[in-house]
């Protein structure tokens, strides 16, 4: 997690989550931008961008180490630390 990698990763998925928060909160019902609640959508999509840095943070111990994904870069997902058998 104290790698130059995970930060910049970290930090591209907070930005794209910010953009997309504030362009879904600014088009709702067509509002115009003179019109826009701005510190409403701009508090939100920081909200949006500060989870997102938080949820990157927790996944590292999840997936592959040293990034900010869930998965793994073979493809796998990460499984159960003890997984049960469900009778067929």
């Known amino acids: 997690m104290l790698t130059y990698l995970f930060w910049q990763s970290t930090l591209e998925r907070a930005v794209k989550t910010f953009a997309q928060t504030l362009v879904a909160l600014l088009s709702v019902n067509g509002i115009g931008l003179v019109d826009a609640p701005w510190v409403t959508a701009l508090s939100a999509a920081g909200m949006a961008a500060l989870l997102s840095v938080l949820t990157s943070i927790a996944s590292e ?9 869930m998965v793994r870069s073979d493809g796998s997902s990460p499984q159960p630390a003890s997984a049960t058998s469900v009778p067929a």
């Open 61 to 69: 111990r999840v997936g592959e180490r040293e990034t900010p994904s």
